[in-house]
């Protein structure tokens, strides 16, 4: 099985960036809507934000908008994150997958696709 890999987690302090990345190599990757999720010790996975077939739309959860911005290069079959003002409040692991559909929100068993995870640690 193809798993995307997500990379570039790491500790930042608040208010500061980082920028996940996420390689699908062996998908047709323009032919999956790509998401990111966040996963907090004692808390339920969590959509974070997600990118149509070919970038052309975006949706991002509440708690994200407009400090997180999701893009895709289907020419480097990969997914960015691109995390702004960060909080303590998004520290995860931060998952990447890759589905077939699209509706907003839609929920993690609507991605055929997993990635191992990479944390994030922002701290106060």
């Known amino acids: 099985q193809v798993q995307p890999v997500e990379s570039g987690g790491g500790l930042v302090q608040a208010g500061g960036s980082l920028r996940l990345s996420c390689a699908a190599s062996?998908?047709?990757?323009?032919?999956?809507?790509m998401g990111w999720f966040r996963q907090a010790p004692g808390k339920e996975r969590e959509f974070v934000a997600a990118?149509?077939?070919?970038?052309?739309?975006?949706y991002y959860a509440d708690s994200v908008k407009g400090r997180f911005t999701i893009s895709r290069d289907n020419a480097k079959n990969t997914v960015y994150l691109q995390m702004n003002s960060l909080k303590p409040e998004d520290t995860a692991v931060y998952y990447c997958?890759?589905?077939?559909?699209?509706?907003?929100?839609?929920?993690?068993?609507?991605?055929?696709?997993w990635g191992q995870g990479t944390q994030v640690t922002v701290s106060s």
């Open positions: 997958a890759a589905g077939s559909t699209w509706y907003a929100g839609q929920p993690p068993r609507m991605y055929d696709y």
């Open positions: 062996g998908l047709t990757f323009s032919s999956y809507v």
């Open positions: 990118i149509s077939w070919t970038g052309g739309s975006t």
